[in-house]
């Protein structure tokens, strides 16, 4: 026999034993890819509509990474472009930041004067449609595409808030959205209120500015680190964020598939460290990178952690160029705190719990306006996860939520206003700004102890 003959023949015999071994499960590799080709050939075939098969396939993956968690998914070329505009320079939108909820659009946190903020949109909002196109079944990334747009145009959004019984319709313009991440304001002499809004690409180097600019003031006694209603961004910043307050020790871990530990981050010596007392701020808005910079702090006892239960997001996301200048999204990894506690589904629970009451108004009936706050434990087709890693004790006890959506108050977005103005009607900033002046008598006396 010659041996390209010999060579075909050796292929057929493997690719039949193969074959045989695939037919023994009826879930097999074979049988998927089987199923899959026949129902795209018989929606090619008699579909209403005549549609492209680069169209399908990609509407398959689509579906699969969508079924796998509330964060893989594809990508396309424009998406994938908007996606790296939110971690660096600017973009044009109306400035919020959204997630999933039963095939529902939720906005997580609006950012901080820009158009969707100054239009009233709130964390835990539904936008029920887009210009008049339902949002039901509408990919995240879909709906950005759908609300960002050139500068100066408009864009409507149908919203469900507070306890309104029916929706209203929303009209705004969009403009550029600057990144700025870091807003800094005295509280008292000494002692300063630091609102982190984002983690995009210059958040250390703003807040090691802020920081500076403090210090040029007489010396720096106390840090209120506000992470409310900050939904992350990028996670080396959130690192570095870190950093800045510690001197030493882990600050996060990633663990992969079969909990392999892929990457762990420690404190390091700088010039630019902080050594003031701390207390930082949490709620349901903060998300991902801001709950490894309350988790690192709060578990190396550098500062105390007050305000409510953070969103949960511990996952990590890995972008992947595809070759026709796509990306595909793909959860990878799950952060762990320094002391072994995963934040996925979990948040960070506050060392003191003070859920945020909201001022009433001059002309109200009184009541405090409740919110529909909605957290990663939440989201349909959520990762679940032990709370420690293999082989430490759970010290930490499952949150007790009584529903699936809770009703909270939602702590208010600082304004350029004045300090006195802004503790009168923020609860919670006026805790820690009490605490905060309390910590160095709090640690000697425990060190007495």
Known sequence: MRPALWFASLLLAMFAASACGFAASSDSSLDSLKRFSQVLDIVERHYVKDMPRKDLVNGAIKGMLQAL????TLLSPEEY??????TSGEFVGVGIEISQENNQLVIVAPIEDTPGHKAGLKTGDFILSINGETTQDMSMQEAVSRIRGPKGTEVELTVMH???????????????????????RVLEEG?????????????????????????????????VLDLRNNPGGVLEQAVSVSDTFLKSGDIVSIRGRNNEKLREYKA?????DVHAPMVVLINAGSASASEIVAGALGDQKRALILGERSFGKGSV????????????????????????????????????EIPFEAPREAEGDGKKPSRMLIREKDLSRHLETNSTRPGKPDSTPEPNVDS????????????????????????????????????PKMREIQESM
């Open 191 to 223: 002692y300063y209120w630091l609102r982190l809004t984002r983690f995009s690409g210059r958040t250390t180097d703003e807040l090691h500015e802020a920081i500076k600019e403090a210090g040029k003031k007489g010396p720096i006694k106390g840090i």
């Open 81 to 86: 472009k908007e996606m790296q505009e939110n």
């Open 404 to 439: 699936k959506m809770m009703k909270d108050a939602e702590a208010p977005a600082p304004k350029e206003s004045d300090a006195k103005e802004q503790l009168a009607k923020d609860n919670q900033l006026r805790m820690a700004l009490q605490f905060v002046k309390k910590l």
């Open 268 to 272: 390091k010596p700088q010039k630019t």
């Open 317 to 352: 996301q890995n972008i992947i160029d595809l070759a026709d200048g796509s990306g595909l999204k793909l959860t990878v990894a799950l952060y762990y705190t320094p002391s072994g506690r995963s934040i996925q589904a979990e948040g960070i629970q506050p060392d003191i």
């Open 162 to 184: 507070r306890d309104a019984k029916i929706p209203r319709n929303v009209r705004i313009t969009r403009d550029t959205i600057p990144l700025i991440s870091v807003k800094s």
């Open 69 to 72: 968690d509330p964060h893989s």
